[in-house]
């Protein structure tokens, strides 16, 4: 990452910047046609993909957080924090919700 000394641009500076940039929509651009989603993990809930993630996209896939392992970490412990957070957060962006696959080849 370039730094400019005396040049300081906040988080949300940058969000705005890169709003402007990034017209239109793509999820509205095709909203008509069809869904346009992305994999979301913890980690982009809070962090500057979840403007982008918010405003481009109308579908989500959890991208780890609903495969069996991090479900049930040992049998007969589950664990649904995660699975929870990403279901409300696509919730509350409404969101198309696809969970994860029930049986993998692995």
Known sequence: MLSVAGCVQTESDQIES??????PSLAESFSDSFL???????AH????QSELIRQHFNAAVAENV????????????????DAD??????EANDMHITGHT?????
Request: no cysteine.
């Open 66 to 81: 609903m495969k069996s392992l991090y479900l049930q970490p040992e049998e007969g412990a589950f664990y649904w924090d």
């Open 18 to 23: 890169n709003n402007a940039s990034l017209q």
């Open 102 to 106: 029930l049986a993998w080849h692995s």
């Open 36 to 42: 346009i989603g992305t994999a979301i993990a913890p």
């Open 85 to 90: 957070a990403f279901v409300e957060f696509a």
């Open 45 to 48: 809930y809070e962090r500057l």
